[in-house]
């Protein structure tokens, strides 16, 4: 196969951590008879000072083409002065609209050898596997909006299409996994959770009658996921509720280094990331974990590619690397650490 993927590496350690994936996928796809092909492109702070936007033409031009795209991280402390109309975010935000993507997946997966890096006790999180569906185009961060002498305010608002996509995607993956999907909502207060509450069973048992499927309230879910996190297989939710909790679940792990995550639609190319951000403390020391960013290239490889194989080639990799005891400072609990550079070429040779 040959394909094509825009790398938009951003800032702060975004370079740092997607030339590791990039080594990575190249490694992958020479074992397995492929040719990947990969087009640089600016956007965040990176494009500001280079072309005055946060995303530029060229930059979308080279997205929409692609066959996927690799993200780093945007932002930093030179671009947050608050009177700027221009942030590197934005540029983040406008490359979801334009690639037209809806749904964003979190895995949360805990490694057993990093179990004790949790902030949790590792009998609560040791085999935590949860894959998370989150609404990202609609919902209250997009609705009517104001302010005014008295207050302000912000609509949430959805519509059945919007709920339908989402939740089949979702269930979809769950038929692939372990065969039970969790619906997050607060129908009990919020009328477009009830909404979500309807379709979402009316869906379920016209389309997946053997689908193990239950209803949480989004409050009680942020308390299970501290409590007995190996319950939940496939979560879906609305944009503000999977924001807060896919957040919470991301420190089940450990670390946000450990973290990938995919954002995807109907069609076209996903925009493949890491959770992180863009670190700019650490930027340039070759310190960054790179696990996040090459297991996000895994699930590129997955969603956008359809090479399944390859795919989780690289996520025994990551795993080989962690069982062989390298770990980079994020998680090395006060031992030994590598660098990103070493962590990559250890997960190239696990390959081979």
Same mark, same amino acid.
Not at 90 to 113: D, H, K, T
Not at 125 to 130: E, F, K, L
Not at 285 to 299: C, D, R, T, V
């Given at each position: 196969?040959?394909?094509? !993927?825009?790398?938009? +590496?951003?800032?702060? #350690? $975004? ?15 020479? /074992?397995?008879?492929?040719? !990947? ?9 990176? @494009? *500001?000072?280079? +072309?005055g ?8 031009? &080279?997205?929409r083409?692609a066959?996927?795209?690799?993200l ?5 402390? /030179?671009?947050? =002065? ?7 975010e934005? $540029? ?23 179990? $004790? ?5 590792? =009998? *609560?999180?040791?085999?935590?596997? #949860? ?25 949430m ?14 269930? =979809?993956? &769950? /038929? ?40 949480v309230?989004? =409050?009680?879910?942020?308390m ?7 319950? !939940?297989?496939?979560?879906?939710? @609305?944009?503000? !509720?999977?924001? #807060? ?10 670390s ?18 890491p959770?992180?951000?863009? @670190? ?12 996040a ?11 956008s ?15 080989? &690397? *962690?069982?062989? $005891? ?27």
């Amino acid at each position: 196969m040959k394909a094509q !993927f825009a790398v938009v +590496a951003g800032d702060g #350690i $975004g370079p740092e951590v997607t030339e590791q994936a990039v080594a990575v996928l190249t490694a992958v796809g020479a /074992q397995h008879g492929h040719e !990947f092909s990969f087009e640089e492109r600016l956007i965040g702070g990176a @494009a *500001i000072d280079a +072309a005055g936007t946060p995303l530029p033409s060229d930059t979308v031009a &080279a997205c929409r083409t692609a066959d996927a795209v690799l993200l780093g991280a945007v932002g930093g402390p /030179q671009w947050d =002065d608050p009177k700027s109309p221009i942030r590197p975010e934005q $540029g983040l935000l406008g490359l979801r609209s334009e690639l037209e993507v809806f749904a964003n997946l979190r895995p949360i997966r805990v490694f057993p050898e990093l179990a $004790g890096a949790s902030p949790l006790r590792p =009998d *609560i999180v040791s085999g935590v596997d #949860i894959l998370f569906y989150r609404e990202l185009t609609g919902g209250i961060y997009f609705g009517e909006s104001g302010i005014d002498e008295g207050g302000a305010y912000q609509v949430m608002r959805y519509n059945r299409h919007e709920i339908e996509r989402i939740v089949r995607m979702a269930a =979809d993956a &769950a /038929q692939t996994r372990r065969g039970r999907l969790t619906m997050v909502d607060k129908a009990n207060v919020l009328e477009p959770s009830r909404l979500w509450r309807t379709v979402a069973a009316e869906l379920i048992a016209e389309e997946y009658p053997n689908l193990a499927y239950d209803v949480v309230l989004v =409050d009680a879910m942020a308390m299970y996921l501290v409590s007995h996190p190996t319950e !939940f297989d496939v979560v879906v939710t @609305a944009n503000l !509720f999977g924001d #807060i909790l896919t957040d919470e679940a991301s420190m089940i792990t450990g670390s946000l280094g450990m973290l990938p995550s995919a954002s995807v639609g109907a069609s076209g190319p996903g925009l493949y990331e890491p959770v992180h951000g863009s @670190a700019p403390d650490i930027a340039g020391e070759g310190l960054a974990n790179p696990l996040a960013a090459i297991l996000a290239a895994a699930m590129a490889l997955r969603h956008s590619l359809g090479l399944e194989k390859e795919a989780l080639a690289i996520e025994s990799a990551v795993a080989a &690397a *962690i069982t062989a $005891g390298l770990r980079t400072a994020d998680i090395a609990g006060g031992g030994p650490s590598v660098g990103s550079a070493e962590m990559g070429a250890a997960v190239i040779e696990a390959l081979s």
